[in-house]
């Protein structure tokens, strides 16, 4: 079994700046794509930024410019660097991966969420 967890979510003020961290641990060979999600109180879960397993990146319009998506392929981890942070930002972040088992199989999984709450 695989297991994400999610950490670096709280408070902070508008313009702030937050950094999510991710660790995938468990029966893992190797991982292609990590994704983070946001849920704002009411909505749905959307995608905010991709990396694929070769580094490459893709954000959601709304946070370009301002969101930074890393990894580090040897702890099996994923970052979200959150600058000019707006209190349209705030939301439950989710981290999800495409696990390759050593037998050969794929999984996608995701992690408990952490809270980003921005007040004005």
């Known amino acids: 079994q695989v297991q994400l967890v999610e950490s670096g979510g709280g408070l902070v003020q508008a313009g702030g700046s937050l950094r999510l961290s991710c660790a995938a641990s468990?029966?893992?060979?190797?991982?292609?794509?990590m994704r983070w999600y946001r849920q704002a109180p009411g909505k749905q879960r959307d995608q905010v930024a991709v990396?694929?397993?070769?580094?490459?990146?893709n954000y959601a319009d709304s946070v370009k410019g301002r969101f930074t998506i890393s990894r580090d392929n040897a702890k099996n981890a994923v970052y979200l660097q959150m600058n000019s942070l707006k209190p349209d930002d705030t939301g439950v972040y989710y981290c999800n991966a495409d696990v390759w088992y050593a037998s050969g199989g794929v999984k996608t999984f995701w992690g408990q969420g952490t809270q980003v709450s921005v007040s004005s």
């Open positions: 990396i694929t397993s070769g580094g490459s990146t």
């Open positions: 468990g029966s893992i060979f190797s991982i292609n794509n």
